[in-house]
């Protein structure tokens, strides 16, 4: 079994460098700090792209937060 705490305090490293990804699954939710970290135990698809991420990436050349550049999986803005 896995667990994951809760914190209110921010989700990055203390320089703010390592953003947190998530994705909630029928097994639970999965973090972690890399999109390619949370493709494979999950097994979706990276041909999956989030409209609203695709549009932030063409316009500004980043994804804002709480999205990213693939569908089903956010991540949490800077703190």
């Known amino acids: 079994m896995r667990y994951a705490a ?3 305090r921010p989700t990055h490293d203390r320089i703010g460098i390592k953003p ?3 994705t909630l699954q029928d097994k639970g939710p999965l973090f972690a700090s890399t999109l ?3 493709l494979r135990p999950t097994g979706l698809p990276a041909t999956r792209l989030d409209p609203e991420g695709q549009r932030d990436y063409l316009a500004c ?3 804002q937060a709480p999205c990213s550049i693939l569908r089903d999986i956010r991540h949490r803005p800077a703190s």
């Open 61 to 63: 050349q980043a994804v």
């Open 20 to 22: 947190l990804f998530y």
């Open 36 to 38: 390619v970290a949370l």
């Open 6 to 8: 809760y914190s209110a």
